[in-house]
């Protein structure tokens, strides 16, 4: 299974943009992946997802579409986040995950990463 690996997470203040990173080690991205987040007492919510390798799809929910944006590069192995105005309601931890493309579903994933903090102050 592989290993994934997020970073890029900080202190960041409202207004600023941030470039979240999905490192994978132990063998190629292969599947759909996408990024969840989780907010001190919420539950983990669905942000972004794209489609295995081969495919560039892209789906986000309603909520997420304009300010956060999914992409791959396969060479490196890497699957990005790029947030846009970020918002103190952004302040989450951000897990990358491997798992069935097209869905929004946490269930769903079986393979996460351990995530990585992003804060937002005014």
């Known amino acids: 299974q592989v290993q994934l690996v997020e970073s890029g997470g900080g202190l960041v203040q409202a207004g600023d943009s941030l470039r979240l990173t999905c490192a994978a080690s132990?063998?190629?991205?292969?599947?759909?992946m996408a990024w969840f987040r989780q907010a001190p007492g919420k539950e983990r919510e669905f942000v972004a997802g794209?489609?295995?390798?081969?495919?560039?799809?892209?789906y986000y929910t309603d909520s997420m579409k304009n300010r956060f944006t999914i992409s791959r590069d396969n060479a490196k192995n890497l699957i990005y986040l790029q947030i846009n105005s970020l918002k103190l309601e952004d302040t989450a931890v951000y897990y990358c995950?491997?798992?069935?493309?097209?869905?929004?579903?946490?269930?769903?994933?079986?393979?996460w990463g351990q995530g990585t903090q992003v804060t937002v102050s005014s």
């Open positions: 995950a491997e798992g069935p493309a097209g869905s929004i579903f946490e269930p769903e994933y079986d393979n």
């Open positions: 132990g063998r190629a991205f292969m599947y759909a």
């Open positions: 794209i489609s295995g390798t081969g495919g560039d799809d892209t």
